[in-house]
């Protein structure tokens, strides 16, 4: 995948760099914010990385000026702007998704995969299907080997979320937005609690775990491989 | 003290100004005064004069010219002091009477007459005096102005002297004054240089006055005391962060450590820095936890705002947290009012915040088998939300500083958590002009928190 990133710190846009590039994917570098609108204007690319604060021009108004020209790219927010306002502002600028610095490389990882994944996927299916694991997104039920599951709201909601990023590591940080719509930090055990929940439902009683734990990061659905 | 500045005092100059616009106030009325009763003396002492020469007028018909004369002669030898003229005139010559010379004229004049003998040095020049011939002969009747000149003298005197006392006192009043709110204003100086100086007790000294300088003086005093406040915060804050960071910090250092050593050793370096990276993972939350607290205290758009019902919010974290107090061997009994409208003005995020730091707050202090309690009840024109638990509580003497940042019960710091739970909580609920109480719950802690609530209450169940 194309990735611009625009980014004015060196060190951290050479992590980035380094880390995408690993990962498959290619990586073009700014560092002001006037080259990453005329680069996204006139080059072809799926996803660009923002930097809120930049020279020459600030995150949010090349956001503003490429929705305006009607470019119809994935823009991912990578900023130390973490409140919840900013937030607010950046993803109603029509921003695809927001991530504070500082971060987890697998995050932003995830982050990547989940926004361009979530166009990929958006159609009317009525299920999500990993390894054995079936999920029903109308009778809001999961069904594996055969066996019909009952899941509550936010079990589902967090499993729903995982199977539509099967194989890539979803964040503590992502469910926490997604599934509880808290934008905070909750010093809290909540995800590790419903997930205990939702491992006791569709991995228990089954030969094959699918959901993994990504140590300080988050977790990961896929099947074996 | 320095006179000038005395001088220079408001109070002074008003009662300068004031004193001047009196003044000319005691002129204006003195002299229109003066000319009412100058006046009035005028017209008694003219009807007089006119009243003694009708006498000697009807005289002269009745009895003759001589009989008048002998009068005027045997009356003149009596008028010692002289103020009235009492003279007989024919053709050309002075009949009999206290005048030398016919003076011109006929009727009532005002004017000199030349009396005999001439009037005492300091006496009026002027006299009213009516002349007029009766049968071939002149009969000057008149009266000497010195009453009304006595009359006007005293009264410019007094008038004087009433303007120079009340001017005098009126300016050692304002000199007094002028003092007394310098002295106080020397007070206020000093106070605000001791607190610029950093001197957080520096208050200005309260006499319980209603003047607009005491006024002034207590909110003067209400503004030291929140500054104070924020500056003990900030000190305390700053060297809670450099202890609760420099911990994290430390522990990171030592795993980072560890990792460099296995990889020397040629071991698995992995576990050494997922350590590494939970504790730079602590130090941001607690960096995001602090800003987001000092943002939200010092924050006053409200933009973000709307009516907020509280009851679907709380019986959603309640669902949510009724999973994590039974992992930790505890239990949460959510008691929400079904029937009233809780809704209030607010930002569901905030909110949402306060209420898990409440829940996550009795978790983590409860011990096994604690009862966690969680109410939301609609009161007359507030809505009621508690949080109780059956854990150690609070002691009633820290009851306020829990909600200082970083403040924790246990020194040693052994619980994890940031020290910003309450403090959060607290900013949060101000935010909402809402009140916050820390009360006993046998054993245990209750948090009460009351919001103004939007809407009606209603009276029956439904």
Redesign the interface.
């Known amino acids: 995948m194309k990735i611009l990133l625009a980014e004015d710190d060196a060190k951290m846009a050479e992590y980035i760099v380094a880390g995408l590039t690993e990962n498959g994917h290619s990586v073009d570098h700014v560092t002001d914010g006037r080259d990453a609108l005329s680069y996204c204007l006139y080059n072809d690319c799926d996803l660009a990385i923002l930097d809120r604060m930049m020279p020459g021009m600030d995150g949010l108004s090349v956001l503003k000026a490429l929705r305006a020209s009607k470019k119809d790219l994935q823009v991912l927010f990578l900023t130390a702007m973490?409140?919840?306002?900013d937030r607010?502002e950046g993803l109603s600028a029509g921003g695809d998704d927001y991530l504070?610095k500082?971060f987890?490389f697998s995050e932003l990882l995830a982050r990547i995969g989940a926004v361009t994944g979530r166009r990929k996927t958006s159609g009317v299916d009525q299920f999500l299907k990993v390894h054995d694991l079936t999920l029903d997104l109308l009778a809001r039920t999961a069904t594996r080997q055969g066996m019909l599951i009952e899941l509550h709201t936010?079990q589902f909601n967090m499993l729903e979320i995982l199977m539509r990023n099967a194989g890539h590591v979803v964040s503590r940080t992502m469910l926490l937005e997604r599934v509880?719509?808290?934008?905070?930090?909750?010093?809290?055990?909540?995800v590790e609690?419903?997930m205990?929940?939702l491992r006791a439902k569709i991995d228990k009683p089954f030969d094959v775990a699918l959901i993994h734990t990504i140590?300080?990061t988050g977790y990961s659905l896929h099947g074996p491989r | 003290m320095d006179r000038g500045e005395v001088l220079s005092g408001a109070a002074f100059t008003a009662v300068l100004r004031s004193s001047i616009v009196f003044l000319f106030i005691l002129i204006a009325v003195g002299w229109a005064a003066l000319t009412y009763v100058e006046h009035t003396l005028l017209e008694e002492i003219r009807n007089d004069v006119k009243e003694r020469w009708d006498i000697l007028a009807a005289d002269h018909q009745a009895e003759g010219a001589d009989h008048v004369i002998s009068a005027i002669q045997h009356v003149a030898s009596l008028e010692e002091s002289g103020t009235r003229a009492l003279a007989i005139f024919d053709e050309t010559r002075h009949l009999a009477g206290n005048l030398t010379t016919r003076p011109p004229g006929s009727g009532f004049q005002v004017g000199t007459l030349e009396y005999l003998p001439p009037p005492q040095p300091g006496a009026s020049t002027e006299s009213i005096y009516y002349s007029n011939e009766v049968d071939g002969r002149w009969l000057v009747v008149g009266q000497r102005l010195d009453v009304l000149k006595r009359t006007r003298e005293a009264f410019v005197r007094t008038l004087a002297l009433t303007g120079f006392i009340v001017v005098l006192s009126m300016i050692a009043f304002g000199y007094f004054l002028s003092r007394q709110s310098l002295l106080r204003l020397r007070e206020i100086e000093a106070a605000l240089a001791r607190a610029s100086e950093g001197d957080v007790a520096a208050r200005i000294p309260e006499n319980g006055g209603t003047t607009q300088i005491d006024r002034l003086a207590r909110e003067m005093n209400l503004h030291l005391d929140r500054s104070s406040r924020l500056m003990t915060t900030t000190r305390n804050t700053a060297a809670a962060v450099a202890h609760d960071l420099k911990s994290p910090l430390g522990r990171a250092y030592l795993a980072l450590g560890r990792a460099q050593d296995k990889v020397e050793e040629g071991a698995d370096p992995m576990d050494a820095l997922?350590d590494a990276?939970?504790e730079?993972?602590r130090m941001?939350?607690i960096f995001?936890?602090y800003?987001?607290l000092s943002?939200i205290e010092g924050g006053t758009d409200n933009a973000?705002f709307k009516t907020v019902e509280l009851s679907a919010l709380v019986s959603d974290l309640a669902?949510?947290?009724a999973?994590?107090a039974e992992?930790a061997g505890q239990i949460l009994v959510p008691h929400l009012d079904d029937a009233d409208s809780c809704e209030i003005h607010g930002d569901?995020?905030m909110l949402?915040?306060l209420i898990?730091?409440l829940l996550?707050n009795a978790?983590n202090y409860g011990p096994e088998g604690n009862e966690i309690c969680l109410e939301l009840t609609r009161h007359e024109d507030c809505v009621i939300l508690v949080v109780a638990d059956k854990g150690p509580g609070i002691p009633e003497a820290d009851r306020d500083a829990v909600f200082q940042p970083f403040y924790r019960l246990d020194p040693s710091r052994t619980k994890?958590?940031?020290g910003l739970?309450l403090a959060l909580v607290r900013v949060i609920v101000e935010r909402h002009n809402g009140s916050i109480t820390l009360q006993d719950n046998d054993p245990g802690l209750r948090v009460e928190i009351a919001f103004p609530a939007l809407g009606e209450q209603h009276d029956f169940p439904g």
Do not use: A, C
């Open positions: 973490g409140q919840v306002d607010v504070t500082p987890h936010k509880w719509n808290f934008n905070f930090e909750p010093n809290s055990t909540v609690t419903h205990s929940r140590r300080n | 997922l990276q939970d730079l993972e941001r939350g995001d936890t800003l987001q943002r973000t669902e949510t947290y999973m994590v992992d569901t995020q949402q915040q898990v730091n996550q978790v994890s958590g940031s739970g």
